[in-house]
C-alpha cells in the first residue's frame, strides 16, 4: 500500500475480471478509495473483499452502464458517499468478432453500445465532477482513463466493428485532451494487445479456436501489466499527462 492517491475516489468501469478488476486493486493499492462497476454482483463482493483484505478501500455498485440511467447513477452515488470524483477509468467492453457477411447484427449493436455508449454516458456524467476535483482536489489534477486496445491503431478481416469503436475511443480521448488540458483533467487512452482476460471468451466458438489459433505459443499479457501501466499514468505529477500507452506482449509483431 501507498498514499499517491490518498483521498482520490477512483470510479473503474468493467471491474469483474480482468484488466478493470486488476486496476480496482491497483489504484486501492495505490491509497484510492475505488469505486468498481460491473453487472456481476458476486465477482464485485469477491474483488471488494480482497482489497479490503490487503488494506485497501472499495465498494461495488451493480450496474449495466449500457443504459444511460445507471451509468448517471453510477457517477451520481460515487460523487454521494465520497464527496467527489477524481479518477474515471473507462475499461468495460465486449469484443465479438467474424466475418461481416455472417455477423449478427445485434453483436455489432452490442459492441456499440458498451464500447462507445456506455463510455459516452460514464464520461459525459463524470466531466463536472472531474473538472471540480482538478481545480480543488489534494492533487490538483484529475484523471480520465479510456481502455482502447491495439484494434484502435490498426485494423484486422473480421474485426471490423471492434475497430470502429476502439478508433473512435481514441479520436474522442485526443479531442478531450485537448479540451480539457488547461483545466488540468488529463485524459489518457491506454490500447492492450492480446491480453489474458475473459474477452476473447464471448465469441463463437469457431472464432474463439481462430484467435487461440493465433496466439497459440506465445506468451500473452496479464491484466496486471496494463494495471501497473495505468497506476502510473494517474501518479505522474501534475504537469505530466502521459496521453496514450500501447501494451504488446513481446513476442507478437
Known amino acids: 500500500m501507498t498514499d499517491k492517491l490518498s483521498g482520490c475516489a477512483a470510479l473503474v468501469t468493467g471491474a469483474s475480471s480482468g484488466i478493470g478488476q486488476a486496476t480496482a486493486a491497483e489504484l486501492a493499492s495505490l491509497g484510492a478509495h475505488v469505486v468498481a462497476v460491473a453487472r456481476r454482483k458476486d465477482r464485485l ?10 488494506g485497501g478501500s472499495a465498494s461495488a455498485i451493480v450496474a449495466d452502464i449500457t443504459e444511460e440511467s445507471a451509468a448517471q447513477d453510477v457517477v451520481a452515488q460515487t460523487v454521494q458517499r465520497h464527496g467527489r470524483l477524481d479518477i474515471l477509468v473507462n475499461n468495460a467492453g465486449v469484443m465479438l468478432l467474424g466475418p461481416s457477411a455472417e455477423a449478427s447484427l445485434e453483436d455489432w449493436k452490442r459492441m456499440v453500445d458498451l464500447n462507445v455508449l456506455g463510455l459516452l454516458y460514464c464520461t459525459h456524467a463524470a466531466l463536472p465532477h472531474l473538472i471540480e476535483a482538478a481545480g480543488n482536489g489534494p492533487r490538483r ?113
Open 45 to 54: 463482493d469477491e474483488l471488494v473483499a480482497g482489497i479490503e483484505a490487503a
Open 141 to 253: 489534477v484529475s484523471d480520465l482513463v479510456n481502455v482502447s486496445s491495439i484494434g484502435g491503431r490498426s485494423v484486422r478481416p473480421g474485426s471490423q466493428v471492434y475497430n470502429l469503436t476502439k478508433w473512435g475511443v481514441g479520436a474522442l480521448s485526443e479531442s478531450m485532451r485537448q479540451e480539457l488540458a488547461a483545466k488540468h483533467v488529463r485524459v489518457s487512452v491506454i490500447e492492450p494487445g492480446a491480453t489474458r482476460t475473459e474477452l476473447q471468451e464471448a465469441n463463437r466458438p469457431e472464432i474463439l479456436a481462430q484467435i487461440r489459433g493465433r496466439q497459440d505459443g506465445f506468451e500473452l499479457l496479464d491484466a496486471q501489466d496494463l494495471a501497473d501501466a495505468i497506476g502510473y499514468m494517474v501518479t505522474r505529477p501534475r504537469h505530466v499527462n502521459v496521453n496514450e500507452i500501447m501494451v504488446r506482449p513481446t513476442e507478437i509483431a
